[in-house]
C-alpha cells in the first residue's frame, strides 16, 4: 500500500533537491520552512517586548491599541491574514506604486510579514500576561535599590517575565512551525508545498505527505526538548523542591 | 453595490464554515471521551494508543493532515472498491471534512477531558459505585457534570483554534466562506474588501463564542468560590 521506497526517493526534494539536482541545490521544502518561522519568530519576538509593555500600560489608550491588534490577530485565522497582505494590498493603487510593493508582490515577503504579525500577536499577550506576574516585592526591591523605571524594566521584570514565559511560548513555537504550512497556498514550496507538487505529479498521496507529516513531527519533538532544556537552564528556581 | 452583490455568497460560505465547525466539535468531543478515557484506563495498550493518537495528531500540521486523509482517503477507497468490482465512490468533502478536523481537535479534547476528569475528586465517583451505578452511569450522572467546570477554559481556546482552522477546508473542496471569497476576490477585483469581509465574520464569530462560553463558565462555576489575590 506504502511503497517505503517511494518515500526514500522523495526524501531529497523535501531538502531542497530532487530529479537529477543535487541536495540543498535549491531552498525548497524544509530550508523554506525553517527560514520562515526563524525570521517570523525573530520579529514576532522583537516586536512582542514593546509590545507586551505597552499591553501593560497604565495608559488605556495604549493598551486599548495593543489590545485591539492581539485580538484581531487571534481572532482571524492566519490564512486569512495572509491573504489580505497577499492578495488584498494589490487592490489600492498607492500600495501598487509605493517602493513597498517589489517587497509585497513576492509570496515570499507576505507570508513573513503574516505569520510574524500573527505570532507577535500572540507572543505579546504572553509577555504582557507573565509581566502583569511580577511578584510586587521584586518590585518594591527595584524602587528600593533606587532604579528607574526603565532600569528595573530592563534588569528586573524583563528578564523574569521572558524566563516565566518559556512554557507558554514554547508551545506558540509549535503552533508556529504547523502554521508555516499555509506558505503552500501562496505558491511558495515549504514542506507541505513541495509534498503537494509531489502528489500531483505522481497521484501518491500517502507518501509525499506522511513523509511532511514526519518532518513536522520530528521537528515537533526537537522544538519541545530544546525547550524543556532551555527551562531547565533558566526556570530552574521555580520548579519544585526535589527532596 | 457592495462587492457587487457578492457579499450573499460570502454569508452563504460563512453558514458552511459554521456546520463545518460545529460538526467537527461533535466529533472531536466524542473522540476526545474516548480518548480520554482510553488514556485513564488500566490496560498498558489503550493508554499507549490514546497517548499515540494525541502525540502524532498535534504534531502534524493541519493542513497535512487534510491533504493526507482526503487525497489518502480517497484512493484507499478507490482500492477497496475497485476489489470489489465496484465503481469508485466520490468521498463527499463535507464530511472529508468534517471527519478530518474532529480527529484532529479530538486530540486537542483528549488532554482536555483527560484533565478534568481527574480534577474531580476521586470519592464523588466512589460514592456513585457505592450507590451501585453501572460505570457508564456513574459518568454521565457524577462525573460528566462536574468536569464541565474544568474543561471549559481548555474547552474554549480549542474550540476557538478549531474555527480558525475551518479556513482551510476550501482546500479540499468545500464551498467554504474562503472558497467564496476566492471567486468573488477573482470577479469584484476588490481583493482587500472581500478578505477583510471574511476577517470581520471570523471575528464576529470569536466574540460570540467568547462571550457565550464565558456565561457558560459563570453557570457551571456556580457555587465555587474563587480565590482572591
Known amino acids: 500500500m506504502i511503497d517505503a521506497n517511494l518515500m526514500i526517493e522523495n526524501f531529497p526534494s523535501f531538502l531542497g533537491g530532487g530529479s537529477g539536482q543535487a541536495v540543498l541545490s535549491t531552498s525548497d521544502g524544509l530550508i523554506l520552512t525553517l527560514e520562515l518561522l526563524f525570521y517570523s519568530l525573530l520579529g514576532g519576538l522583537a516586536l512582542s517586548i514593546p ?8 495608559n488605556r489608550l495604549v493598551s486599548g491599541a495593543v489590545w485591539l491588534y492581539t485580538y484581531v490577530f487571534r481572532g482571524t485565522p492566519m ?10 494590498l494589490s487592490q489600492f493603487e498607492a500600495v ?6 517589489t517587497y509585497l508582490q513576492e509570496a515570499y515577503f507576505c507570508a513573513l510579514l503574516a505569520f510574524t504579525l500573527n505570532t507577535a500577536a500572540y507572543t505579546t499577550e504572553i509577555i504582557a500576561g507573565q509581566i502583569r506576574n511580577t511578584h510586587w516585592g521584586e518590585i518594591e526591591a527595584a524602587k528600593a535599590m533606587g532604579m528607574s523605571k526603565w532600569l528595573m524594566m530592563r534588569r528586573i521584570v524583563i528578564p523574569a517575565a521572558l524566563r516565566r514565559a518559556l512554557p507558554a511560548y514554547s508551545n506558540e ?16 514550496a515549504d514542506v507541505t508545498g513541495v509534498a503537494r507538487r509531489i502528489y500531483s505529479d505522481t497521484y501518491m498521496p500517502f507518501e509525499p505527505f506522511l513523509m511532511a507529516g514526519l518532518i513536522y513531527l520530528a521537528f515537533t519533538f526537537l522544538f519541545v526538548w530544546l525547550f524543556k532544556l532551555a527551562e531547565k537552564r533558566w526556570l530552574a528556581y521555580l520548579a519544585p523542591r526535589k527532596h | ?16 464554515t459554521l456546520e463545518v465547525a460545529a460538526a467537527s466539535l461533535v466529533v472531536s468531543v466524542v473522540l476526545g471521551l474516548i480518548g480520554a478515557m482510553f488514556k485513564m484506563a488500566h ?5 499507549w494508543s490514546a497517548e499515540l493518537y494525541s502525540t502524532v495528531v498535534r504534531g502534524v500540521p493541519d493542513l497535512v493532515w487534510m491533504f493526507l486523509l482526503f487525497f489518502g482517503g480517497q484512493m484507499l477507497i478507490n482500492d477497496i472498491a475497485e476489489r470489489f468490482g465496484l465503481g469508485a465512490p466520490e468521498i463527499n468533502p463535507m464530511i472529508a471534512g468534517v471527519l478530518t478536523i474532529g480527529f484532529i481537535f479530538g486530540a486537542y479534547m483528549t488532554e482536555t477531558f483527560r484533565g478534568a476528569i481527574m480534577s474531580v475528586p476521586k470519592g464523588q465517583m466512589e460514592a456513585g459505585a457505592a450507590y451501585g451505578m453501572s460505570p457508564l452511569r456513574v459518568f454521565f450522572r457524577i462525573t460528566a457534570p462536574q468536569m464541565v467546570r474544568f474543561a ?29 471569497a476566492d471567486t468573488a476576490k477573482s470577479i469584484t477585483q476588490e481583493p482587500f474588501t472581500v478578505y477583510m469581509v471574511v476577517a470581520a465574520i471570523y471575528l464576529l464569530i470569536t466574540t460570540v463564542s467568547i462571550v457565550a462560553l464565558n456565561a457558560l463558565n ?12
Open chain 2, 43 to 47: 490496560s498498558r495498550a489503550l493508554v
Open chain 1, 173 to 188: 513555537v509549535v503552533m508556529m512551525l504547523q502554521g508555516t504550512s499555509i506558505a503552500g497556498l501562496v505558491t511558495l
Open chain 1, 51 to 58: 509590545l507586551g509593555l505597552m499591553r501593560v500600560s497604565r
Open chain 1, 96 to 101: 501598487r506604486e509605493s517602493w513597498a510593493w
Open chain 2, 218 to 229: 459563570k453557570r457551571y462555576s456556580t457555587g465555587v468560590r474563587e480565590s482572591e489575590l
Open chain 2, 152 to 180: 471549559l477554559p481548555s474547552f474554549s481556546n480549542n474550540w476557538l483554534v478549531l474555527v480558525k482552522s475551518t479556513a482551510l477546508v476550501s482546500v479540499i473542496g468545500l464551498n467554504d466562506m474562503m472558497y467564496k
Open chain 1, 79 to 88: 490564512l486569512v491574514q495572509l491573504f489580505i497582505i497577499y492578495y488584498g
Open chain 2, 1 to 16: 453595490m457592495f462587492l457587487q452583490g457578492y457579499l450573499p455568497s460570502i454569508l452563504e460560505g460563512a453558514a458552511l
